[in-house]
């Protein structure tokens, strides 16, 4: 029974809250429930989101006698009512409900948002009333406030708010059904005007009539005080008419108005330029077009499509209004059809200028027509004329009807065009219509057609020759490549059998044929007739007699195509089995058939020649004992010969198919070595580079090689560094034995040597006659010679051998030199060279003096030697820092650039002393570079051919003492 009550108090309830949909009203009926019930007070605080309030009306009072007053309670102060605005459920405060209104059921994330709310920012308690209400999951709607609620009533409290929060729903929506109607019906009055102003501007065919029906529409329709027109005119953007409050005025020719719309900041040409309305308020106008302005100004373009044809400004005065959205699209909607109009009244203007030109041009039309070349037809509605050459095409008379035209003419009367045939000739007729007029032009294109056909031909068969160049291109032996020549060109020129022959040292060579041809090829051909005549041979009709060859074949037209290529000539024979007819064109075809055929051929034999040197190369590769290897930047394999596998026992195919590094093969102690000789190929592009080191064999034995390197990574054909090893063991082998050879040999003639230099000293001590002293001299000058070739070919031998000293001990070389320079005056006198000697204070040096003098001795030497009559040699000596400088410089004729690295070693001589017929052994520098190396020292050279050269020797003060 308790459930049945309460049910029935929520139904009454329920009518009374939606009974009606106004606040106000429905707190009133809630408290007459309410106080039917027991309820004494009752109040509605709603949410207002724009302010953040809590609006509520209250009511006091018992039956009909109650009050309603309205509180103001913003959400951000405290307070009960907002604390049950936030709560999840009802709360009591003494005697006192607050009941929380909320639209929809939800999370109520804000009732307690440090456990609820995963937005961020997140709320708390202390900041929700600042926070939660921008949260799109917010939507409490208010407080519903009892007092003195009985407790049989207090139950039903949250289904009260609940249907307290459904009523509130429907009055909201019937606020916005009741502000739709309102809005729809104002749009339905202002389109009416717009639907009679598009109609009165529809009538009008003058630009200003146009103009003046859209201004005081606006403003007598719209409420506009003030209205401006302007118009585009070229650059420009003019005032054309203004009404204000009643009264139109035009101002073209004298407004203010008068603005470059491109450039122009004033709003009405940013309107133009821009293309789009624009709303000002009045602070935002120029100085001069805020006076009189109401509170704000709208600038709406006048466009017509794409093309912008003036503005219009509307106001509504001074102390008017804003110009509110609804008034600037009724605007904007009025100017398009304005400029619709506006365009549609400019052309009508024009229209009816030409009209009246168009008269005054027929007459003179006709009279121009007739001197025209082409033909032309002109037709005014069915009815026309025709110049003469459209009568002569088409047979009709001066004055043309529709119908007199053949029929095939219709899609170029509707402005199309065509070609046809006409009176045995092609034409080609375009038509065009102008409003009532239509124009046939027939223009004489029976050449153009016959070019098109000869050209259409041409294209046919230079695409047939492209394709045999294409499939010849693709065979590789040269029986192929003459298959697909004459299968291709056979078919290209329908022919029934073709044979294409070479000839080469005087002998024809059948390179393919269609049939079976006898051996030797039957004479007289025609075949030798085109290639003595040198031009291809077109035959119609071809007797037996006149060719054995086709006359066995059995052919009675043919076509013969010569062709030569260097010492590549031969010829080419189509032949038919019925007589033929050939014109003029296909004849000259046959002269890029002879083109076709000795650029393929010839690329083909010299494919074969290039074939054969190939292999040879290989074969040559091979069977080297040199290995050739061709390395990128890197230092990786990019080719190796064939050697490679005989030589150090390698797979010549290992770098194809892994990256292989060349140094990896070289011997560890002789890695430096190489990887300097391989930067310094990197760094001369072009120049040639040498060296010596030792390679692993595939099975471990380290073989001495001599590198002989270039980078080529700039030639094309290479782009590579291209190096050649050559295997050093055979080399070395015979300098040992021939320095084992030499050593014997010198110790053998010292002894005979020390006994013919005695003999010669004692006889020098007797009385002879000059002629018997000038023998002995000679004696002895020639033993010394011979001991100083014995004494450098022993020390070049204890050199290799490793058993090469030098004796220290302090000393100072002055001197030493001085002596030597003596020694040397006289062959300078006989040399008729200047010697210069330039010896300063030298410190001590632990040297070996007799070794030190050799070294000066045979650098003096060398100098005389090459230094010619009128020459100077000059000797220098001088301290530098910890070093001693030695210097001996000569005005010879120089040494090469590309010799000086091999100068000092051993046996080598250069090509000047060769050319000269110096004599030496080329041992003289070999033997002083290591002396003055035994001393902690090292020689250079500085040398330009025809301007001499100079050799310095540097030792240091306290050089290492040498070891064993």
């Known amino acids: 029974m308790r459930l049945v009550g309460q049910l029935e108090i929520l139904g009454r309830f329920q009518r009374a809250l939606l009974r009606e949909l106004e606040p106000v009203q429905i707190l009133r009926n809630l408290l007459e429930v309410a106080t039917e019930e027991g309820v004494e007070r009752a109040a509605l605080f709603l949410y207002h989101p724009e302010t953040r309030e809590l609006m509520g009306e209250v009511a006091s009072g018992r039956g009909r006698h109650y009050t309603v007053s309205a509180i103001v309670l913003p959400l951000y102060q405290k307070g009960p009512v907002q604390e049950a605005f936030f709560a999840a459920g009802p709360v009591k405060r003494g005697e006192e409900w607050l009941l929380p209104v909320v639209g929809e059921e939800d999370s109520y994330?804000?009732?307690?948002?440090?456990?609820?709310?995963?937005?961020?920012?997140?709320?708390?308690?202390?900041?929700?009333?600042?926070?939660?209400?921008?949260?799109?999951?917010?939507?409490?709607?208010?407080?519903?406030?009892?007092?003195?609620?009985?407790?049989?009533?207090?139950?039903l409290l949250p289904l009260l708010a609940q249907l307290t929060a459904l009523a509130l729903k429907n009055g909201e929506l019937l606020a916005e059904r009741n502000a739709a109607l309102s809005r729809l019906s104002r749009h339905v009055e202002a389109l009416s005007h717009v639907s009679a102003l598009a109609r009165e501007v529809a009538k009008a065919l003058e630009p200003d009539a146009v103009l003046a029906t859209l201004a005081r529409s606006l403003s007598e329709r719209f409420g506009f005080y003030r209205v401006t027109v302007a118009l585009v005119k070229g650059d420009r953007l003019e005032g054309h008419l203004t009404v204000k409050g009643s009264s139109l005025y035009w101002t073209e020719g004298r407004s203010r108005i008068h603005l470059a719309w491109g450039s122009s900041p004033d709003p009405l040409a940013r309107a133009v330029r821009e293309r789009r309305t624009l709303v000002l308020a009045k602070g935002e106008l120029p100085q001069g077009a805020a006076q009189e302005a109401g509170a704000s100004v709208a600038y709406v373009p006048i466009l017509a499509e794409a093309e912008v044809l003036g503005a219009v400004a509307v106001d509504h005065g001074p102390g008017g209004g804003l110009v509110?959205?609804?008034?600037?699209?009724?605007?904007?909607?009025?100017?398009?059809?304005?400029?619709?109009?506006?365009?549609?009244?400019?052309?009508?203007?024009?229209?009816?200028?030409?009209?009246?030109?168009?008269?005054?041009?027929?007459?003179?039309?006709?009279?121009?027509?007739?001197?025209?070349?082409?033909?032309?037809?002109?037709?005014?509605?069915?009815?026309?004329?025709?110049?003469?050459r459209a009568r002569q095409v088409l047979g009709v008379g001066p004055e043309v009807d529709l119908m007199d035209l053949p029929g095939a003419l219709a899609p170029a009367l509707e402005g199309g065009r065509l070609e046809l045939a006409l009176q045995g000739g092609s034409y080609s007729v375009r038509g065009r219509r102008l409003e009532e007029m239509r124009l046939l032009v027939l223009h004489d294109i029976s050449e153009r057609t016959r070019m098109e056909r000869v050209l259409r031909e041409q294209v046919a068969f230079t695409q047939g020759l492209v394709d045999v160049a294409q499939a010849a291109l693709r065979q590789t032996g040269m029986r192929?490549?003459?298959?697909?020549?004459?299968?291709?060109?056979?078919?290209?020129?329908?022919?029934?059998e073709g044979v294409l022959l070479a000839r080469e040292k005087g002998e024809m060579l059948v390179l393919y044929s269609t049939c079976s041809l006898p051996a030797p090829l039957p004479r007289p051909n025609l075949l030798e007739q085109a290639l003595e005549a040198g031009a291809p041979l077109g035959v119609e009709a071809l007797p037996p007699e006149a060719c054995a060859l086709a006359g066995g074949l059995g052919l009675k037209s043919a076509l013969v195509v010569p062709f030569r290529a260097g010492g590549f000539e031969g010829g080419l024979l189509l032949g038919y089995r019925q007589g033929r007819r050939f014109g003029e064109r296909l004849l000259g075809r046959l002269h890029q058939v002879s083109t076709l055929l000795a650029l393929v051929l010839?690329?083909?034999?010299?494919?074969?020649?290039?074939?054969?040197?190939?292999?040879?190369?290989?074969?040559?590769?091979?069977?080297?004992?040199?290995?050739?290897?061709?390395?990128?930047?890197?230092?990786?394999?990019?080719?190796?010969?064939?050697?490679?596998?005989?030589?150090?026992?390698?797979?010549?195919?290992?770098y194809k198919r892994a990256p292989v590094a060349a140094l990896d093969f070289v011997h560890p102690e002789d890695r430096l070595a190489a990887e300097e000789l391989l930067r310094d190929l990197l760094a001369h592009p072009g120049e040639v580079r040498t060296g010596?080191?030792?390679?692993?064999?595939?099975?471990?034995?380290?073989?001495?090689?001599?590198?002989?390197?270039?980078?080529?990574?700039?030639?094309?054909?290479?782009?590579?560094?291209?190096?050649?090893?050559?295997?050093?063991?055979?080399?070395?082998?015979?300098?040992?034995?021939?320095?084992?050879?030499?050593?014997?040999?010198?110790?053998?003639?010292?002894?005979?040597?020390?006994?013919?230099?005695?003999?010669?000293?004692?006889?020098?001590?007797?009385?002879?006659?000059?002629?018997?002293?000038?023998?002995?001299?000679?004696?002895?000058?020639?033993?010394?010679?011979?001991?100083?070739?014995?004494?450098?070919?022993?020390?070049?031998?204890?050199?290799?051998?490793?058993?090469?000293?030098?004796?220290?001990?302090?000393?100072?070389?002055?001197?030493?030199?001085?002596?030597?320079?003596?020694s040397f005056q006289g062959v300078a006198r006989l040399s008729g060279v200047d010697f210069q000697v330039e010896l300063g204070e030298l410190p001590l040096l632990e040297a070996d003096p007799d070794r030190l003098v050799q070294v000066v001795g045979n650098l003096l030497s060398n100098a005389f030697k090459f230094t010619p009559p009128g020459g100077q040699v000059r000797l220098r000596a001088r301290p530098e820092g910890e070093s001693l400088l030695l210097e001996v410089a000569d005005t010879g004729p120089g040494i090469?650039?590309?010799?000086?690295?091999?100068?000092?070693?051993?046996?080598?001589?250069?090509?000047?002393?060769?050319?000269?017929?110096?004599?030496?052994?080329?041992?003289?520098?070999?033997?002083?570079?290591?002396?003055?190396?035994?001393?902690?020292?090292?020689?250079?050279v500085e040398s330009e051919e025809g301007k001499g050269s100079l050799?310095?020797?540097?030792?240091?003060?306290y050089g290492p003492h040498p070891v064993g």
């Open 692 to 822: 010596e080191f030792r390679v692993l064999h595939a099975d471990g034995t380290p073989i001495p090689m001599e590198a002989w390197g270039r980078n080529l990574l700039d030639e094309p054909r290479v782009r590579g560094v291209v190096v050649n090893l050559r295997d050093l063991r055979p080399r070395l082998e015979a300098d040992r034995l021939k320095g084992e050879f030499i050593a014997a040999v010198s110790h053998e003639l010292r002894t005979p040597l020390a006994v013919i230099m005695g003999l010669a000293e004692l006889l020098r001590e007797e009385g002879l006659s000059p002629s018997a002293q000038e023998s002995v001299d000679l004696i002895l000058e020639s033993a010394f010679r011979l001991k100083t070739m014995v004494d450098n070919l022993l020390d070049t031998s204890r050199l290799e051998a490793g058993r090469f000293e030098v004796a220290k001990r302090p000393v100072n070389l002055k001197p030493l030199l001085q002596e030597l320079a003596r």
């Open 602 to 654: 010839e690329k083909a034999h010299f494919l074969e020649l290039l074939e054969a040197e190939e292999e040879r190369l290989k074969a040559l590769m091979e069977n080297s004992q040199d290995v050739v290897y061709v390395l990128d930047r890197e230092g990786l394999v990019r080719f190796v010969s064939a050697s490679v596998r005989t030589v150090l026992g390698y797979d010549p195919e290992g």
């Open 109 to 155: 994330c804000w009732a307690d948002p440090e456990a609820r709310c995963s937005v961020r920012p997140r709320a708390t308690r202390d900041t929700r009333a600042l926070v939660c209400p921008s949260c799109p999951r917010f939507v409490p709607k208010g407080v519903l406030s009892l007092e003195g609620v009985p407790p049989a009533l207090q139950p």
């Open 480 to 496: 192929a490549l003459a298959e697909a020549i004459v299968s291709r060109l056979r078919a290209l020129f329908a022919a029934e």
């Open 896 to 940: 090469p650039q590309e010799e000086l690295p091999r100068l000092f070693q051993r046996y080598a001589r250069a090509k000047n002393a060769r050319a000269r017929g110096v004599s030496g052994t080329g041992l003289g520098l070999f033997i002083s570079k290591h002396i003055v190396e035994a001393h902690g020292g090292r020689m250079e």
């Open 324 to 388: 509110n959205e609804d008034e600037v699209r009724y605007v904007e909607l009025l100017s398009g059809v304005a400029g619709v109009a506006l365009r549609n009244a400019q052309l009508y203007r024009e229209k009816t200028q030409l009209s009246l030109a168009l008269a005054a041009e027929r007459r003179r039309l006709s009279q121009v027509l007739e001197e025209l070349p082409d033909g032309v037809v002109v037709l005014f509605g069915d009815r026309g004329f025709a110049n003469s």
């Open 951 to 957: 050799f310095r020797v540097i030792l240091p003060l």
